[in-house]
């Protein structure tokens, strides 16, 4: 426990145990072959050996020595013997180890300390600087003494504990002189309860001075973790050094300050009075104070904290004094001015108005700030300093922003007022006029000029709050607005402002005058715009009726069955495309009070609005007088695109059942049928269903035969509702029919889908195996087939070429639907040659069992030359062996017809007599046209591809134009 101490020069040592330990732990360490040797004695070092001593102990081997038992302080001495190798020399080691009563106080506090310095000449230097009224819980001290200080003459009491200075003991009560350095000394005392086992160490940091230390003894800076600092604190001078001042809420109860030292090797101390109830805690270079008293009900309590600055040099000490004042528990919340004593730029001031600027000529180079009203205890700041009376600011040209916050006394409320001061420059410009007026939500009566300055505007009752948007011309130019009650008199409204936007607050029925002032940038006389906002009364009519419209896009539009208590209306003729803009004119029944927006904007005649390309939803809102009852009304107009779609594909969805077709997604010619099916449980009622055209300006129809027969003898039309969809609201059980017409804009092309749409019965089986599936309408079933088994493979010949797929139904209301190589099919279908995927899909009649069998016909392949053979004008035609043809010299054109193998494709191109392209025209059943045919050989090439996309022949026709 001592071995860091030991040193073999030093023979007599101490060990402090506690009451509690028996044996000490003893591990000598020697010169290899030295011979060890322990006695244990009596009664003290030079007493008898006990039975059983000496022992001889091994070189570095843990040795255990029993303690005595004996209750209260007792001692155990041990001797240790080192006989050198050559017994030329023995030395002696003595040990003595005490143990502490078992009674014994744990009190490892000092009672009395001292620390002073004395020359190298022996005469007293800095005289005693721990504090006289010495407090036993602070351990830590610094000091900084002059140059001339060599020594450290220290003074440490506790009579009952054992003391060590430095690690050396130490009597308690004598006086330990310590060599001091140049710079920092540390000295370390330890103080060891009568338990053996408390301890408390203390330090003193002595900083001693270079022969041309530094004299400076200010702070450079003070900050506070509460509170602003106040009474006038300049940096790097003693300037108010004892009249420093900080106020902090009454929840505050502890605060933590961090003083700089203007010389960084000078030493800063914090300290509290005697009795004053406050603790000093140094945390790093910052100190937490706690315990700080609340100001007195009506006497001032403040806590003072000294700040020393000890200079580098050890001379005299600095002194700042800190007060602060910790607010009642009652104090006042209030934090507000009553204006600016002699600040006659401000016309507009309001406690509770936060923001205020003005311009100032270029000649005003200060500007005296005198905050009024403050409450009683509050603190002011303006621009972050503490002021009870005036403060100048100095201006720069350009825009200065000056702060003044007001903290309540209670330190937790505040309020800070921002002052903006425009210096103008020698140049400055005197434009004081607006280029802009908006007014939120209501629209100015007159059209808005620069010169104009008078405008009216009237709001329904239901606004009590007006925002206005003034536009200076000039952006250097300062904006003010007041508002009044009427037109004249000192009967003010509030008014906010937030940005560049004011608020006019609480305005009154009838008429409110707000006053816009315009102050130009050189601090000029400024310019009034008024505006007159009326309020409507509360008596003012509920109704918000339209008694009629006008819409016009290029002509006027007619609106039929007009009624004014219909809110919907859909114009049945497109607009033309050339018309992009449509303008509506609303008429309102109750007069001119209500209020009538387009979209959105407020009207007072009629609006014009844009015509997208599409469908354009056009909303007219009308406000009754009350500002309480309105009605929207809904116009939907189409504009024309600039070309008409020719797309009629559509794409299906249902919210309910497993819905089935082939795709329809774009087609942009010929008439094309889908079928698919939609099959449902029976506890399906009813569903949503939409059909998106790929094209919007397509036309869509949807019909439904209800009857449940699957006759579709009794189709109704259905009509698509607000969210897009069609709702079907009574399905009924068994098959019913759902028909979907998609016709393009430009109704060139007209397509239909038709999906069965089957609805399980009540009671219905959830069987959903076949008998028998066949590949050709019935006539012959796939060999070995099992209800159970539902992968078949199936080979078949070239020819036909077709699958026409047909079940025996296990039930005859299961549902079946065929897919081909993933298309739905319903009649005979075109195989490939090679691998062709049927799925055939049974769905039992509760709707709620589903199996597929899967039948893999392989088609094989036939004879690809034969496939690939061509007939021209119903002749056989041979590769290698143009077909010739002549025409007179007045015919320009060439009719002929071109048959290839079944499955094959056909690409027919040409060339006159001199090698130009020719156009050549499909018709239809396989006729062409050669068109422009010039004098001599003209040359038509037929390009025959078979099934299989490889096997390619080439025939020529030879077209001979007579002269």
């Given at each position: ?598 979209n959105g904007t407020k009207v007072n005649a009629s609006g014009t609005g844009v015509l997208n390309v599409g469908e354009n939803t056009i909303q007219v809102k009308v406000t009754a007088p009350n500002g309480v009852a309105t009605k929207t009304y809904t116009f939907k107009v189409t504009r024309q695109g600039e070309t008409l779609g020719k797309e009629a594909g559509v794409t299906l969805a249902s919210d309910k059942g497993t819905l089935t077709h082939n795709a329809l997604a774009t087609v942009t010619s010929g ?293």
């Amino acid at each position: 426990m001592w071995s860091a101490d030991f040193k073999s020069a030093i023979k007599s040592y101490t060990v402090n145990v506690t009451s509690d330990t028996n044996e000490l732990k003893l591990t000598p360490q020697a010169a290899e072959g030295a011979v060890i040797q322990l006695t244990v004695k009596d009664t003290n070092a030079s007493g008898t050996a006990v039975a059983g001593n000496p022992v001889i102990l091994t070189n570095g081997v843990e040795n255990t020595v029993k303690l005595s038992s004996t209750s209260g302080v007792t001692t155990t001495y041990v001797e240790v013997k080192v006989i050198a190798p050559d017994n030329s020399s023995v030395e002696t080691y003595d040990l003595s180890v005490v143990k502490a009563a078992a009674n014994a106080t744990d009190d490892a506090f000092l009672t009395a300390l001292t620390a002073a310095t004395k020359k190298a000449d022996g005469t007293s230097g800095v005289a005693n600087f721990i504090p006289t009224s010495f407090d036993k819980t602070k351990t830590a001290y610094t000091a900084v003494v002059p140059n001339d200080s060599t020594k450290l003459e220290l003074t440490a009491t506790q009579a009952n504990a054992t003391l060590y200075v430095n690690g050396e003991k130490y009597t308690s009560a004598s006086t330990k002189s310590i060599d001091l350095v140049v710079g920092k000394n540390t000295v370390e005392i330890k103080v060891v309860a009568p338990d053996n086992k408390t301890e408390k160490v203390y330090t003193i940091e002595v900083t001693r001075a270079s022969e041309n230390a530094s004299a400076v003894n200010t702070l450079n800076s003070l900050t506070l973790s509460e509170g602003t600092l106040g009474g006038g604190f300049k940096a790097d001078t003693n300037d108010n050094a004892s009249s420093l001042t900080a106020s902090v809420k009454n929840a505050t109860q502890e605060i933590v300050i961090t003083p700089v030292a203007t010389n960084s090797k000078a030493l800063v101390d914090v300290t509290v009075a005697s009795g004053s109830g406050l603790k000093v805690e140094k945390i790093g270079s910052a100190y937490k104070i706690t315990g700080l008293k609340e100001k007195g009900a009506s006497t001032p309590v403040t806590n003072d904290i000294t700040i020393s600055v000890k200079p580098e040099n050890g001379g005299a000490a600095q002194d700042y004094v800190l007060k602060v004042t910790r607010a009642n528990a009652t104090a006042s919340d209030l934090a507000s001015l009553t204006g600016f004593t002699g600040l006659t730029q401000i016309t507009d001031f309001a406690s509770t108005k936060t923001d205020y600027a003005f311009n100032v000529t270029n000649g005003t180079g200060t500007i005296a700030i005198t905050p009024a009203g403050a409450p009683s205890g509050s603190t002011v700041t303006v621009n972050g300093k503490v002021t009870s009376g005036t403060e100048n600011v100095d201006l720069k040209v350009g825009e200065n922003v000056i702060t003044v916050k007001v903290t309540a006394e209670n330190q937790i409320n505040s309020r800070t007022y921002t002052i903006k001061v425009n210096r103008a420059s020698a140049s400055a410009s005197s434009v004081d006029t607006l280029s802009g007026l908006t007014v939120n939500g209501a629209t100015l009566n007159e059209t808005f000029a620069e010169a104009t300055t008078a405008y009216t505007t009237t709001v329904l009752n239901s606004v009590q709050d007006l925002t206005i948007t003034p536009t200076a011309k000039d952006s250097k130019a300062v904006v003010t607005v007041k508002a009044i009650k009427g037109t004249t008199g000192t009967n003010k409204l509030e008014v906010v402002q937030s940005g560049s936007s004011y608020t006019i607050k609480g305005l009154a029925e009838g008429d409110n005058t707000v006053t816009i002032s315009v102050q130009p940038e050189n601090a000029g006389t400024a310019k009034d715009y008024t505006l007159t906002v009326t309020r409507v009364a509360a008596t003012a009519s509920d109704s918000a009726l339209l008694s009629g419209i006008a819409l016009n896009a290029g002509g006027a539009i007619t609106l039929t069955n007009w009624n004014n208590t219909v809110e919907s209306y859909t114009v049945p003729t497109k607009v033309a495309n050339a018309t992009n803009t449509i303008t509506v004119t609303p008429t309102v029944a109750s007069g001119a009070k209500a209020e009538v927006t387009v979209n959105g904007t407020k009207v007072n005649a009629s609006g014009t609005g844009v015509l997208n390309v599409g469908e354009n939803t056009i909303q007219v809102k009308v406000t009754a007088p009350n500002g309480v009852a309105t009605k929207t009304y809904t116009f939907k107009v189409t504009r024309q695109g600039e070309t008409l779609g020719k797309e009629a594909g559509v794409t299906l969805a249902s919210d309910k059942g497993t819905l089935t077709h082939n795709a329809l997604a774009t087609v942009t010619s010929g008439a094309v049928t889908a079928d698919g099916s939609l099959v449902l449980t029976n506890d399906v009622s009813s569903l949503n269903f939409t059909a998106t055209p790929a094209d919007a300006q397509a036309a869509v129809v949807v019909t439904y035969d209800a009857d449940g027969t699957g006759s579709v003898s009794t189709p109704v039309t259905l009509t698509k509702n607000a969210q897009g969809t069609y709702t079907i609201a009574n399905v009924a059980e068994g098959k019913g029919e759902l028909k979907v017409t998609v016709t393009s804009e430009d109704t060139n092309v007209s397509n239909t889908v038709t999906i069965e749409v089957d609805k399980a019965k009540t009671g219905a089986t959830g069987l959903a195996s076949v008998a028998a599936i066949s590949l050709d309408n019935g006539a012959t079933e796939i060999k070995n087939f099992d209800p159970e088994t539902t992968s078949y493979t199936v080979p078949v010949a070239h020819l036909p070429g077709t699958v026409t797929p047909l079940v025996s139904k296990g039930h005859a209301d299961q549902t079946v639907t065929y897919k081909l190589n993933g298309k739905v099919i319903t009649s005979a279908t075109d195989l490939l040659v090679g691998d062709n995927t049927l799925v055939v899909t049974v769905v039992s009649p509760d709707k709620k069992v589903t199996k597929e069998y899967t039948v893999i016909i392989k088609r094989v392949s036939g004879n690809l030359s034969e496939l690939a053979a061509l007939t021209v004008n119903n002749a056989a035609a041979a590769v290698g062996t143009p077909v010739a043809a002549t025409i007179a010299a007045d015919v320009s054109d060439y009719k002929f017809t071109a048959v290839a193998s079944p499955k094959a494709t056909v690409k027919v191109t040409a060339k006159n007599a001199v090698g130009q392209t020719i156009i050549v025209s499909p018709g239809a059943n396989n006729a062409y046209t050669a068109s422009a045919l010039t004098t001599g050989v003209n040359t038509i090439t037929v390009q025959v591809t078979a099934e299989d996309g490889v096997t390619v022949k080439t025939y020529t026709i030879a077209v001979t134009k007579t002269p």
